[in-house]
Nanobody, 118 residues
Framework: QVQLVESGGGLVQPGGSLRLSCAGS????????MGWYRQAPGNTRELVAL???????NYADSVKGRFTISRDNAKNTVYLQMNSLKPEDTAVYYC????????????WGQGTLVTVSS
């Protein structure tokens, strides 16, 4: 079965950095659009960063210049490098694999918690 497993979350001080990983099994991540979403308490899940199957990245305005999404095809893993973290970045971060062409796919990981606090 398709499985996405996030890791790398934790507690970090404001201004610090974290790198999140999304490891895929049962799916080739490079064949899909890969997104990082986050959901803070009381908020709707929002798209943070996206990398297409062609390798083109895009970012939410709130994280531009601070976050970088990348893919390691050899490891079948997608990363989210988060720098200059702010308390507002505190959320559960989810990995998503989506493909609109056949065979269609919309898969989610279980999430990893990022807490930015002093």
């Amino acid at each position: 079965q398709v499985q996405l497993v996030e890791s790398g979350g934790g507690l970090v001080q404001p201004g610090g950095s974290l790198r999140l990983s999304c490891a895929g099994s049962g799916v080739i991540l490079s064949m899909n659009d890969m997104g990082w979403y986050r959901q803070a308490p009381g908020n709707t899940r929002e798209l943070v960063a996206l990398i297409t199957s062609g390798g083109s990245p895009n970012y939410a305005d709130s994280v531009k210049g601070r976050f970088t999404i990348s893919r390691d095809n050899a490891k079948n893993t997608v990363y989210l490098q988060m720098n200059s973290l702010k308390p507002e970045d505190t959320a559960v971060y989810y990995c998503n694999a989506r493909r609109v062409s056949w065979p269609r796919l919309d898969a989610w990981g279980q999430g990893t918690l990022v807490t930015v606090s002093s």
